[in-house]
């Protein structure tokens, strides 16, 4: 079943910060964050294991609550690079790394 | 490394003709996925390999078929094209492991089908 992310769309001012919610009504393995650039694939973020393993390489953080079956991604100072739509995916436990993915918020960071 | 490479970028079709959608990985990757993305839409998966001989459906797998005869391809056919399948069509790789894993995706062929 496919997630629900929340806001569907953000406009955001340069340095200001934003959240997007991501929730799911199965129990989750993992949680995954992407972000698509208007024309491009989309480009891996984040994944959030349960048990709390947090792997990512960027300066965007999340958490990842299992017990609710949510996740949240925090773009904080935004930058006009954040610029895109993220898309949340969830994994069921022993699914082959099949991720279930939202439909997407998108983010606008202007001057 | 190339990553993930598909071809063609573009591609038109009438109704009721075929195609195969091509993809290729080199990082060795067991795992390899087929999406399509609609307008406004998210990725929805179509099929999926856990190695060289394995395939699986996803959500929408009807009027596509995929084989997987080696590690680094996974071609999708396109069988009786339908204006239904218009869409973006992107190919993904991941590790296999214990662990969850990032997709690596291709940059994506954009059918349309008139």
């Known amino acids: 079943q496919q997630p629900v992310q929340s806001p569907q769309a953000v406009i955001l001012r340069e340095g200001e910060d934003a959240v997007i919610n991501c929730s799911s009504s199965?129990?989750?393995?993992?949680v995954h964050w992407y972000r698509q650039k208007h024309g491009e694939a989309p480009v891996f973020l984040m994944i959030?294991?349960?048990?709390?393993e947090q792997k990512g390489h960027e300066k965007i953080s999340a958490s990842f609550n299992e017990k609710k079956q949510q996740s949240s991604l925090y773009l904080t100072a935004s930058q006009l690079s954040y610029s895109g739509t993220y898309f949340c995916?969830?994994?069921?436990?022993?699914?082959?790394?099949?991720?279930?993915f939202g439909i997407g918020t998108k983010l606008q960071v202007i001057p | 490394n190339a990553g993930v490479t598909q071809t063609p970028k573009f591609r038109i079709l009438k109704i009721g003709q075929s195609m195969t959608l091509q993809c290729t990985q080199d990082?060795?990757?067991?795992?390899m996925y087929w999406y399509r993305q609609d307008p406004g839409m998210g990725l929805k998966l179509i099929y999926y390999?856990?190695?060289?001989?394995?395939?699986d459906k996803g959500e929408v797998p009807n009027g596509y078929n995929v084989s997987r005869s080696t590690t680094e391809d996974f071609p999708l056919r396109l069988e009786l094209a339908a204006p239904s399948q218009t869409s973006v069509y992107f190919c993904?790789?991941?590790?296999?492991?214990?662990?969850?894993?990032?997709?690596?995706f291709g940059p994506g062929t954009r059918l349309t089908v008139t």
């Open positions: 993904a790789s991941s590790p296999a492991g214990g662990n969850s894993y990032e997709q690596y």
């Open positions: 959030l294991l349960k048990g709390g």
């Open positions: 199965k129990a989750l393995y993992s």
């Open positions: 390999s856990v190695g060289a001989g394995i395939t």
């Open positions: 995916g969830t994994e069921k436990p022993g699914g082959y790394q099949k991720v279930t």
């Open positions: 990082m060795n990757h067991n795992y």
